[in-house]
T-cell receptor, first 112, second 110 residues
Framework: EDQVTQSPEALRLQEGESSSLNCSYT??????LFWYRQDPGKGPEFLFT?????EEKEKERLKATLTKKESFLHITAPKPEDSATYLC?????????????WGLGTSLAVNP | EAQVTQNPRYLITVTGKKLTVTCSQN?????MSWYRQDPGLGLRQIYY???????DKGDVPEGYKVSRKEKRNFPLILESPSPNQTSLYFC?????????FGQGTRLTVV
């Protein structure tokens, strides 16, 4: 079954305490894996797209990596303003169509 | 500035009273979609459109309609809303790399 699973569901960090969020997927015909950030009551905001295993992308304190089965979002020395829900989505081929499946997200809280 | 604009942001309505949520994008994207987001269920696609006059069902289309008469607009129509359609709704407009989301419409059906 095509599936995207994010872990942990929730994570609480102290400011400066680095950690990683996981997005594992079971799809065939991967077209791309996306990371988004969502603040409460707002629309998801694009962070990264990864297309193939071994690819890495960085933006400020965030770094996303991709393997054939999972992606990690590494957060280095987080600040309180990094508190948000981080969503992962996977685009893949389904017959003649393309499909997009979203994970349920990891809710990150960074304490000052 | 790239923008997806949804209106209204908040809406409380009664069961059975037809409503429309508007969505407009300024990026000349061909692909637009509607999602609903519910606790524990995540983002689920309702309908999508690959171009003007081309729309198709997503994962949870029951009780919803859409139209795409112009490239920039993609309204979501609830002909006869029911309480199980109480949710947070997002419109998205997608380019080749990423999707841009609107600010969301929080709909309550009583």
């Amino acid at each position: 079954e095509d599936q995207v699973t994010q872990s942990p569901e929730a994570l609480r960090l102290q400011e400066g305490e680095s950690s990683s969020l996981n997005c594992s997927y079971t799809v065939s015909g991967l077209r791309g894996l996306f990371w988004y950030r969502q603040d409460p009551g707002k629309g998801p905001e694009f962070l990264f797209t990864l297309y193939s295993a071994g690819e890495e992308k960085e933006k400020e304190r965030l770094k996303a990596t991709l393997t054939k089965k999972e992606s990690f979002l590494h957060i280095t020395a987080p600040k309180p303003e990094d508190s948000a829900t981080y969503l992962c989505a996977v685009s893949f081929h389904a017959g003649n169509n393309r499909k997009l499946i979203w994970g349920l997200g990891t809710s990150l809280a960074v304490n000052p | 500035e790239a923008q997806v604009t949804q209106n209204p942001r908040y809406l409380i309505t009664v069961t059975g009273k037809k409503l429309t949520v508007t969505c407009s994008q300024n990026m000349n994207h061909e692909y637009m979609s509607w999602y609903r987001q519910d606790p524990g269920l995540g983002l689920r696609q309702i309908y999508y459109s690959m171009n003007v006059e081309v729309t198709d069902k997503g994962d949870v289309p029951e009780g919803y309609k859409v139209s795409r008469k112009e490239k920039r607009n993609f309204p979501l129509i609830l002909e006869s809303p029911s309480p199980n359609q109480t949710s947070l709704y997002f419109c998205a407009s997608s380019g080749s790399r990423e999707a841009f989301f609107g600010q969301g419409t929080r709909l309550t059906v009583v």
